[in-house]
């Protein structure tokens, strides 16, 4: 059986990375660390996961949360920098 932290280790995200996911999309850690595999490995998904870092910030912001808003800003600044398609426009249909 995998343990969160195989899903985790898998799918080429850190826990706080996926962590953000989950927020943003209100799942538990384990169905975000699947999403973030499948969207990391998609050619619109890192731009995706970038768009729900940001939304994820500025909820932070919104709700007066600047500790977890600045923390959210290294999660995204760490996940910028590693992959690197995250800034590139989503892929047209």
Do not use: Q, W
């Not at 050619?43 to 996961?49: E, K, S």
């Not at 932070?60 to 800003?73: F, I, N």
């Not at 290294?74 to 995250?86: C, D, G, I, S």
């Amino acid at each position: 059986m995998l343990t969160l932290e195989d899903c985790i280790a898998l799918s080429d995200l850190t826990e706080a990375e996926i962590a953000a996911i989950a927020e943003h999309e209100h799942l538990p850690a384990v169905v975000a660390a699947e999403l973030g595999n499948y969207l990391v490995h998609d050619a619109g998904g890192c731009p995706a996961i970038r768009r729900m870092i940001l939304d994820d910030i500025e909820a932070a912001r919104s709700r007066g949360d600047t500790p977890h808003a600045l923390a959210l800003k290294l999660v995204l600044r760490r996940f910028v920098e590693t992959h690197p398609n995250a800034s590139a426009n989503r892929r047209k249909r």
